[in-house]
């Protein structure tokens, strides 16, 4: 419990920093901050197979199921995910407030662009946004990180586990 504790704070530590470096060089405002926090994947990615070696090798005594592998690696995002959730919240709520009012700004242009949109219906939009924004954001940051871990442990898992009879620990 551990090892996917470290290993899910080390990824949000990624996370967070990334999301600041976005803040401070106001990348995040840009065309180029859609895709800027996806930086983060790699690591979570490589979190995960360092968490499934340590809990193999230390844990496990060097055999490791399927199933272990994704529990360890589910574990990382969920404890990642808390760590973002939490830091989501201080990040929208006082370090970047802002954020919430361009993101609005933008759907809004959006949404008048679309012939088929009154101006009520733009109206009610963007203050049920406004409303829901904050705590969407931290709850999309909890799951977001859940899920991406799941589906990277599927894989990863794959290759950290071992096979049945196979001992994980190899003879010199």
Do not use: H
Not at 21 to 30: A, E, P, R, V
Not at 51 to 61: C, H, I, L
Not at 141 to 161: E, H, R, T
């Amino acid at each position: 419990m551990v090892t996917t504790i470290l290993f899910g704070l080390y990824s949000a530590g990624v996370a967070i920093a990334v999301t600041l470096i976005g803040y401070f060089t106001g990348i995040d405002k840009t065309s180029t901050g859609s895709w800027f926090g996806w930086l983060s994947v790699p690591f979570l990615i490589l979190f995960i197979w360092m968490a499934m070696n340590e809990r193999k090798r230390e844990d496990y005594n060097g055999n490791m199921s399927y199933g272990q592998c994704i529990g360890t690696g589910t574990l990382v995002g969920l404890f990642a995910g808390i760590a973002v959730a939490i830091f989501m919240y201080v990040y929208l709520t006082n370090i970047n407030p802002g954020f919430v009012d361009f993101t609005i700004q933008k759907t809004q242009a959006s949404m008048q662009s679309n012939p088929n949109m009154s101006a009520d219906q733009i109206q009610k939009a963007t203050s049920m946004t406004r409303q829901w924004f904050v705590p969407m954001g931290v709850l999309f940051a909890l799951i977001g990180d859940v899920f991406f871990a799941l589906i990277i442990s599927l894989i990863v898992g794959a290759f950290v586990k071992t096979k049945e009879g196979e001992s994980g620990v190899k003879a010199v």
